[in-house]
C-alpha cells in the first residue's frame, strides 16, 4: 500500500545534540510538510517542499532545517534540540493537482530531549 | 488568515448513539473543509473533505460532516457511534500558502470517547 513513513518513532536525544528525523513516502506526491505537534495540541506547520522548492514559516526557529535530496525522501534537522522541543513530529505529503487538497499523514516520530 | 474553531475540547457519547463534533470556520473566499482523526501516538488520518458541492459529504468509518454556509459551521457526524471512534478529532482549513502546496490550519481539536 501506498504510504507515509517516517523514522525512528521514538527518538531521544540530549540537550543541544543535533538530531534528525527522516520521511519518505511511496505516493509519488510532490509536496511534503512537516508539522509539530505538542500534546495533542493542533499540529503546527514548520515548512514545506514543493517539488525541490523550500518553503519556510515565518515562525519557524532557525534551529529547524530540512533537506529533501528526491522525490521520496525528506529529512527534518534540528541542530540544537532544546527542552522546549520535545514533540511529535509529522510528516504530511499532497499532490498539487486538481482539488486535492488533502494531506496525508505518517505516523510520526515523537522526540525526547534529556 | 483563514481559521477553524472547535467549541468542545471533550464530546462523550453512549456507544451506539449518535455523535457530533462541531467545528466552525473563518474563511475569506470559498472554505476548504477537512476531518481528520488521531489515535494515540499515531498520526493523522485524513477522514472526509468539502470543497464543493452537496452540503452533506460522506467520508470513511461512516462518518460525515454537513457544510452550513449560514452558519460557518462544518459539523462532523456519525449515525451511530463505536467504541473505537473513540480518538482526537480535528477540524483543518486550506490557509494561503507561499510556494505552493496547500497549508492546513488546524483547530484545537475534540477528545471524542465512546462509552459501552
Known amino acids: 500500500d501506498a504510504m507515509v513513513i517516517q523514522n525512528p518513532r521514538y527518538q531521544v536525544t540530549q540537550f543541544g545534540k543535533p538530531v534528525t528525523l527522516s520521511c519518505s513516502q511511496t505516493?509519488?506526491?510532490?509536496?511534503m510538510y512537516w508539522y509539530q505537534q505538542k500534546s495533542s495540541q493542533a499540529p503546527k506547520l514548520l515548512f514545506h517542499y514543493y517539488d525541490k522548492d523550500f518553503n519556510n514559516e515565518a515562525d519557524t526557529p532557525d534551529n529547524f532545517q530540512s533537506r529533501r535530496p528526491n522525490t521520496s525522501f525528506c529529512f527534518l534537522d534540528i541542530r540544537s534540540p532544546g527542552l522546549g522541543d520535545a514533540a511529535m513530529y509529522l510528516c504530511?505529503?499532497?499532490?498539487?493537482?486538481?482539488?486535492?487538497?488533502?494531506?496525508?499523514f505518517g505516523p510520526g516520530t515523537r522526540l525526547t530531549v534529556t | 488568515a483563514q481559521s477553524v474553531a472547535q467549541p468542545e475540547d471533550q464530546v462523550n457519547v453512549a456507544e451506539g448513539n449518535p455523535l457530533t463534533v462541531k467545528c466552525t470556520y473563518s474563511v475569506s473566499g470559498n472554505p476548504y473543509l477537512f476531518w481528520y482523526v488521531q489515535y494515540p501516538n499515531r498520526g493523522l488520518q485524513f477522514l472526509l473533505k468539502?470543497?464543493?458541492?452537496?452540503?452533506l459529504v460522506k467520508g470513511s468509518y461512516g462518518f460525515e460532516a454537513e457544510f452550513n454556509k449560514s452558519q460557518t459551521s462544518f459539523h462532523l457526524k456519525k449515525p451511530s457511534a463505536l467504541v473505537s471512534d473513540s480518538a482526537l478529532y480535528f477540524c483543518?482549513?486550506?490557509?494561503?500558502?507561499?510556494?505552493?502546496?496547500?497549508?492546513?490550519?488546524f483547530g484545537t481539536g475534540t477528545q471524542l470517547k465512546v462509552e459501552l
Open positions: 483543518a482549513v486550506r490557509d494561503q500558502i507561499t510556494g505552493g502546496g496547500n497549508k492546513l490550519t
Open positions: 504530511a505529503t499532497s499532490r498539487d493537482q486538481g482539488r486535492t487538497y488533502e494531506q496525508y
Open positions: 468539502y470543497i464543493t458541492g452537496d452540503n
Open positions: 505516493l509519488n506526491h510532490n509536496v
